[in-house]
T-cell receptor, first 111, second 116 residues
Framework: NAGVTQTPKFRILKIGQSMTLQCTQDMNHNYMYWYRQDPGMGLKLIYYSVGAGITDKGEVPNGYNVSRSTTEDFPLRLELAAPSQTSVYFC??????????FGDGTRLSIL | AQTVTQSQPEMSVQEAETVTLSCTYDTSESNYYLFWYKQPPSRQMILVIRQEAYKQQNATENRFSVNFQKAAKSFSLKISDSQLGDTAMYFCAFMNTVRGAQKLVFGQGTRLTINP
């Protein structure tokens, strides 16, 4: 099993560009999450999903969109990238009361 | 809203020593979970230990143990016989559940360095 896979690992964007961060898991987990980690800080929840077709906002959702069309995939979309969105993005998944499994993160710089 | 505070930005100890990392949190809920995560330079998020608020007994995982004081809203991590591989950022996290999903709130982290 690959676990939680995030692509790309690194990306540089220009202000105003858009992109999609991909996240896929092969553990058949119902619950999936997107976090951002700013330098020297802890993770903050952006969006989460309790199953295919169901998503909800976390602590810092502004500037992002998500969709969950399948159990495996939970892409995060940035529209009109801004310097404040420079961060490391983590995707995670879990089932029931189990611990969250994290991907390796995507480092995103917006210049 | 819940908040999690780690008051020690950095700590440094010698190998084999014992070190305690502090964490306090604020919540009005009575049922919740608390976690310590380790993030080495590789950037992985690794679960170290977890504590259910309804359990009075402190959780232990090998060299890692917690001191959970529910009334004081305090949740410290003790690492015994520290090893070079323990060098990492450590994050305390509070969790409550919404529709079964785990909503984690993280502290700012403590950078721990184990010196040879």
């Amino acid at each position: 099993n690959a676990g939680v896979t995030q692509t790309p690992k690194f990306r540089i964007l220009k202000i105003g560009q858009s992109m999609t961060l991909q996240c896929t898991q092969d553990m058949n987990h119902n619950y999936m999450y997107w976090y951002r980690q700013d330098p020297g800080m802890g993770l903050k929840l952006i969006y989460y999903s309790v199953g295919a077709g169901i998503t909800d906002k976390g602590e810092v959702p502004n500037g992002y969109n998500v969709s969950r069309s399948t159990t495996e995939d939970f892409p995060l979309r940035l529209e009109l990238a801004a310097p404040s969105q420079t961060s490391v993005y983590f995707c995670a998944s879990n089932t029931g009361n189990g611990p969250q499994h994290f991907g390796d993160g995507t480092r995103l710089s917006i210049l | 809203a819940q908040t999690v505070t780690q008051s020690q930005p950095e700590m440094s100890v010698q190998e084999a020593e014992t070190v305690t990392l502090s964490c306090t949190y604020d919540t009005s809920e009575s049922n919740y979970y608390l976690f310590w995560y380790k993030q080495p330079p590789s950037r992985q998020m690794i679960l170290v230990i977890r504590q259910e608020a309804y359990k009075q007994q402190n959780a232990t995982e090998n060299r890692f143990s917690v001191n959970f004081q529910k009334a004081a809203k305090s949740f410290s991590l003790k690492i015994s016989d520290s090893q070079l591989g323990d060098t990492a950022m450590y994050f305390c996290a509070f969790m409550n559940t919404v529709r079964g999903a785990q909503k984690l709130v993280f502290g700012q982290g403590t950078r721990l360095t184990i010196n040879p």
